[in-house]
């Protein structure tokens, strides 16, 4: 019988770190990460140096260990938990000779896979763009065709690799423009929701917002149980006992997300900004789910989002015993929220009992 099944690219996992625990959580995600990028890892690979060599990021030992693997095993991609300069980048290539991907890449790969709408297709071709410039060797020379002979042919003399950088310049102009754009409209539509109570929900990716925002608004935002699922950000009419409001859903948080990419999506993420509260969904299921929490803490203080009211919803109770949760209920009171709540989207635990929550804040915290 003839295997039909698409053969997914062969990869391995790289990272430098002192501390084998946290390294070890670090791969645990990115191997996530490459899940959702639908590739298979072979291995992971762990050096515990201080710091990353200069010049290829792994020490020269290492360096032969992987190589010799690449070679044995013909994978397809070496993917680094960390960002490369474009030095190593290029020394890694020499030395492994396969293509290298770093982190921050690889998250540009899964964003723009799973880009639908016109504003989230520019977000992050425009993140890609930005970071790929100072990365540029001959690979771009394609965008001329793509759009259609904007940017004039090299001149005498000129070189190509100078040609395909403004060529990437003026394509990054014209994205941010065509942004400008989509922000005005977004601002429209903002202004016309003012009167309105806003709830907008937050956290780390995969921790069940999606699921939730079709519980309460009963709508059918994808879901699914993989990282970043969604990108854009979703607004849906809630009315219960007769108290109407605004409930958006937003991408995902994850630590080491590339700044490029939360430039790119402030458009999408000023309706964190501009929230009346926040539902912060936390996976408690998951062993990292305090580093979670911290990691959302800070991307929202990135935000100039920390200091709204914030409710702590803590989710997936369902696969906890009491015992845990309790230990969890302790845990958590230093965590700074005005309240928070334990649920189960899976299991529709407690969420008629947080939507409850939600109305009475909204009756004592009416829009003036």
Not at 169 to 182: D, T, V
Not at 211 to 229: D, Q
């Amino acid at each position: 019988m003839i295997d039909n099944s698409p053969k997914l690219p062969k990869v391995i996992l790289i990272t430098v770190n002192p501390d084998i625990q946290k390294a070890n959580e670090d791969l645990e995600e990115l191997k996530q990460l490459v899940e959702t990028y639908q590739a298979k890892v072979l291995r992971e690979f762990l050096q515990t140096l201080k710091v990353p060599d200069v010049k290829t990021y792994i020490g020269k030992g290492k360096s032969k260990e992987i190589a010799q693997f690449i070679l044995e095993n013909q994978v397809d991609i070496s993917i680094f938990d960390d960002d490369l300069t474009p030095s190593q980048t290029k020394n890694l290539e020499k030395v492994l000779k396969c293509k290298i991907m770093d982190r921050s890449l690889l998250i540009l790969e899964i964003f723009s896979n799973n880009a639908k709408t016109s504003q989230a297709k520019v977000q992050v071709e425009l993140a890609k763009l930005q970071y790929m410039l100072p990365r540029l060797t001959r690979m771009w020379t394609h965008l001329e065709r793509q759009r259609g002979g904007i940017g004039s042919k090299s001149g005498a003399g000129e070189k190509e690799l100078e040609t395909d950088k403004r060529l990437i310049r003026n394509r990054i102009a014209q994205l941010k423009n065509e942004l400008k754009n989509i922000e005005k409209i977004s601002e429209v539509q903002r202004k016309k929701r003012e009167s309105q109570f806003r709830v907008t929900l937050v956290g780390y990716t995969n921790a069940g917002k999606s699921s939730l925002m079709n519980l309460i608004a009963k709508s059918k935002v994808l879901s699914e149980n993989k990282l970043f699922a969604t990108l854009d950000t979703t607004t849906r009419k809630v009315v219960w006992k007769q108290t109407e409001f605004l409930l958006s859903d937003t991408v995902g948080f994850i630590k080491k997300l590339p700044h490029h990419l939360i430039e790119s999506f402030k458009s999408t993420l000023m309706e964190v900004k501009n929230a009346d509260l926040l539902l912060h969904v936390v996976d408690i299921s998951h062993p990292n789910w305090m580093q979670h929490i911290e990691t959302v803490q800070k991307t929202l203080q990135s935000l100039d989002a920390h200091t709204l009211p914030i409710l702590l919803v803590l989710n997936k109770t369902d696969l906890l015993s009491p015992e845990q949760i309790a230990d969890i209920e302790i845990l958590t009171n230093a965590i700074p929220c005005i309240d928070k709540m334990f649920i189960s989207t899976l299991e529709n635990i407690h969420v008629n009992e947080l939507k409850d929550w939600i109305v009475n804040y909204i009756v004592k915290h009416p829009k003036i």
